[in-house]
């Protein structure tokens, strides 16, 4: 069945690195949009990043503009969100999604940003 | 940006009752560009409404999504137990996409 399957989570201090990976399954990978969305505790959902089906182009939100990068490798059908300079209000639960509008979200990884 | 408004903040609703939620852009948008999603405590957000009126594979028609411009409203016919959740409007017209604030949907 058509998956996404987030990984790469986790707790790091501010200032630091991660990089948070998106397995999909079920559907042709190479022919679809990609997205990044979070959400952050006690707050609504907010679009992160995107990117277009072959990788020509990207898409961020203002709030993480230079710092993130998203990537794809469609031989792999896995999706990427590299995030530098990470600040406490990185502070989120990302979510994976599929094309827009976001028909295909995955379960969600944390990410928390700490000293 | 264009930012979306969404009112009311909580909607407090007997099951069977209709819900009606609105969503208010900062700047005319085309309908085709509209979309509404829902969030279960501990679930991913779900695709309820495309181009402000289409529904989604899967969704049953007593979702129903209507406006144009500024104005958009999300109309749940008859609420069921399943449908207490948070609502989301978003935009999909460009970059950068946004979100709404929210509706949360609870029972009364």
Redesign the interface.
């Known amino acids: 069945q058509v998956q996404l399957v987030e990984s790469g989570g986790g707790v790091v201090q501010p200032g630091r690195s991660l990089r948070l990976s998106c397995a999909a399954s079920g559907f042709p990978f190479t022919s679809y949009t990609m997205h990044w969305v979070r959400r952050a505790p006690g707050k609504g959902l907010e679009w992160v990043a995107l990117i277009l089906y072959d990788g020509s182009n990207e898409y961020y939100a203002d709030s993480v503009k230079g710092r993130f990068t998203i990537s794809r490798d469609n031989s792999k059908n896995t999706l990427y969100l590299q995030m530098n300079s990470l600040r406490t209000e990185d502070t989120a639960l990302y979510y994976c999604v599929r094309h827009t509008p976001m028909d295909v979200w995955g379960q969600g990884i944390t990410v928390t940003v700490s000293s | ?1 264009i930012v979306l408004t969404q009112s009311p903040g909580t909607l407090s609703v007997s099951p069977g009752e209709r819900a009606t939620l609105s969503c208010r852009a900062s700047q005319s948008l085309s309908s085709t560009s509209l ?1 509404w ?1 829902h ?1 279960k405590p501990g679930q ?4 309820l409404i ?2 402000a009126s289409s529904r ?2 899967g969704i049953p028609d007593r979702f129903s999504g209507s406006g144009s411009g500024t104005d958009f409203t999300l109309t749940i016919s008859r609420l069921e137990p399943e449908d207490f959740a ?1 609502y ?1 409007c ?1 935009h ?1 017209a460009g ?8 509706t949360k949907v609870e029972i009364k």
């Open positions: 940006e979309a999603y969030q991913a957000p779900r695709l495309y181009g989604a594979t948070v989301y978003q999909y970059s950068p996409l946004t979100f709404g604030g929210g």
